[in-house]
């Protein structure tokens, strides 16, 4: 298992740019919230796409929050390119980046706090991460797991 890229028809399949776009839109996402841009302040359906929790101004909290934000803008857009270069580094980064993800959306809805557009953005970076198709493309998927029963 070495980190040399992917060879093989997997490498550029409709899944790996469907996760590598997901992992830009997140860094998006994150960047827009961090900065405060609102394209429609009114329309309350926007703000459930929300990566990080929104702690009050000048607390420790919101000082953590944004540096883990700006950690997770450039892990995203580093796993994306990973993706995209056939790296196995970006399947794992994305696998990992999303799970952590999905988490802390879980954690905002069971406190009241649901942030949906970030749980949809992760479910389906997850489902194409796990499909046979798409982790034997990073070879993931052990030589012997491979073959059929």
Request: no cysteine; net charge negative; hydrophobic share 55%.
């Amino acid at each position: 298992m070495t980190d040399q890229p992917v060879q093989g028809e997997g490498r550029r399949s409709l899944g790996v740019l469907v996760v590598a776009g997901l992992q830009f839109l997140r860094a998006a996402l994150l960047v827009g919230q961090m900065l405060g841009f609102s394209l429609f302040p009114n329309v309350d359906w926007l703000h459930i796409a929300a990566q990080l929790p929104e702690p009050a101004s000048g607390t420790v909290a919101f000082v953590i929050v944004r540096a883990i934000g700006i950690g997770l803008v450039a892990a995203s857009v580093l796993v994306g390119i990973g993706l995209l270069a056939g790296r196995r580094w970006g399947w794992i980064g994305a696998i990992v980046i999303s799970g952590l993800s999905l988490a802390f959306a879980i954690g905002g809805w069971w406190d009241g706090h649901p942030v949906y557009g970030s749980m949809v953005i992760n479910v389906i970076a997850v489902f194409y991460l796990n499909q046979r198709e798409f982790r034997a493309a990073y070879d993931v998927i052990p030589a012997e797991a491979e073959e059929p029963a």
